[in-house]
């Protein structure tokens, strides 16, 4: 297939190159296009047959439901019920923006969207060019991470150009990505659950409504008992091809710890953050830093390009310090036990 690539500015939209994608989407193809959290690969979310082109393209397994991104919330009443008190207080505080609500369908939505479900995920982006986009399309947008299924979730035009190049109708490449971590994704049919951290967490939403909880399996690796409530999460994710290995702990006994397993290996890296760097000094391994820890915000934004670009960097195994699994660090530590295939040392 051949893909149409066209670079989009947010700050001055060409109507005429978003009317083409438009099109496309409702003749039934598939559009990668940028969100505020990562960009998303969309189709019409209520045309079976064009949701399925998103598992092909992805070579995503057909159980894993996908998110419908609208642009009204007149289009939330067109395809679930029952929006409680509880979610519309959320609405309010947090639309358009990166938090995913979990409601039960109507039945004009199919199968291949929800993989089965009878519930959908629904997110009501921020980004003026998904905006734009989903308003000039007339429909909701089904969109999963527009990434190969298994890579990390892309935050730049290039990386979904890597993935998707010669399988989708059209790539907008809209430039980097504002926050770079996927939304956060809350359960509202029941009492209200998050299943996967973002940016937006468990603190904030409990300013807002009173009592949150946390799927169990964020941060656990799923077994046939222990699955995650949301289809996705149990799946290998955001690997890179090197052996990653987490180490949890006092920074000074993580050091260590860090400097004991590398000492037979000459390729080894480190990722550990600016106030620790000095615990590496003289290491024979390649270290590098993913910023201060003052900033969680920008080390959030860059774990996905780091993720994608440290196959290059050479070495057979990674040690990553862990982060505090707390506020934004809960998300990032969700995204990192991932992609190191649930290997953590705790010291
Ligand atoms: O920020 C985001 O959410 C991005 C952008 C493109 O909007 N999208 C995204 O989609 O991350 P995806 O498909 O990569 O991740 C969606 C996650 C998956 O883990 C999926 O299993 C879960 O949401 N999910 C979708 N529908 C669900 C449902 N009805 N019940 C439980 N989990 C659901
Ligand atoms: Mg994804």
Redesign the pocket.
């Known amino acids: 297939m051949n893909t149409k690539i066209v670079k989009i500015d947010a700050a001055n939209i060409d109507e005429n190159l978003i009317k083409q994608a438009a099109e496309i989407i409702k003749n039934g193809g598939l559009v990668a296009f940028p969100?505020?959290?990562?960009?998303?690969?969309g189709a019409n979310a209520l045309d079976a047959d064009a949701s399925k082109k998103i598992y092909e393209a992805k070579g995503?397994p057909s159980d894993?439901?996908?998110?419908a991104?609208i642009a009204s919330l007149d289009t939330l009443d067109e395809i679930v019920e029952d929006v409680s008190d509880v979610a519309k207080k959320l609405i309010d505080k947090f639309w358009p923006g990166?938090m995913?609500l979990?409601f039960n369908?109507k039945p004009n939505v199919p199968d291949s969207t929800?993989?089965g479900?009878d519930?959908?995920?629904v997110?009501f982006?921020s980004n003026e060019i998904?905006m734009e986009l989903i308003k000039k399309s007339g429909v909701p947008i089904a969109?999963?991470?527009?990434?190969t299924s298994g890579k990390p979730?892309p935050t730049k035009g290039e990386h979904v150009i890597e993935d998707l190049d010669g399988k989708v109708d059209m790539i907008i490449d809209g430039g980097e990505v504002g926050l770079g971590?996927?939304?956060t994704?809350i359960?509202v049919t029941g009492k209200p659950t998050i299943?996967?951290p973002?940016f937006i967490t468990q603190e904030m939403l409990e300013e807002v409504i009173e009592e949150v909880e946390l799927d169990k399996t964020i941060l656990a690796k799923p077994t046939e008992d222990f699955a995650?409530?949301?289809?996705?999460?149990k799946?290998r994710h955001y690997a890179p091809k090197t052996d990653l290995v987490i180490v949890r702990g006092d920074a000074e006994k993580v050091a260590e710890r860090i400097r004991e397993e590398i000492e037979n290996t000459d390729e080894a890296a480190i990722i550990t953050v600016d106030e620790h760097l000095h615990l590496y000094d003289g290491v024979n391994a390649k270290v590098v830093s993913w910023g201060s820890l003052d900033e969680m915000n920008e080390i959030a934004h860059q774990i996905f390009d780091a993720l994608r670009r440290v196959d290059d960097w050479g070495v057979n195994i990674i040690y990553c310090e862990a982060f505090e699994e707390k506020d934004l660090g809960l998300a990032v530590m969700n995204r990192l036990t991932k992609a190191a295939g649930y290997q953590v040392i705790d010291v």
């Not at 969109?143 to 990434?147: F, V």
């Open positions: 969100t505020e959290t990562v960009y998303g690969l995503r894993n439901p996908l998110i991104h990166p995913t979990i369908k929800t993989g479900l519930t959908l995920a997110r982006p998904a969109a999963p991470s527009a990434n979730s971590l996927e939304s994704i359960d299943l996967r973002g995650p409530k949301a289809p996705g999460m799946y």
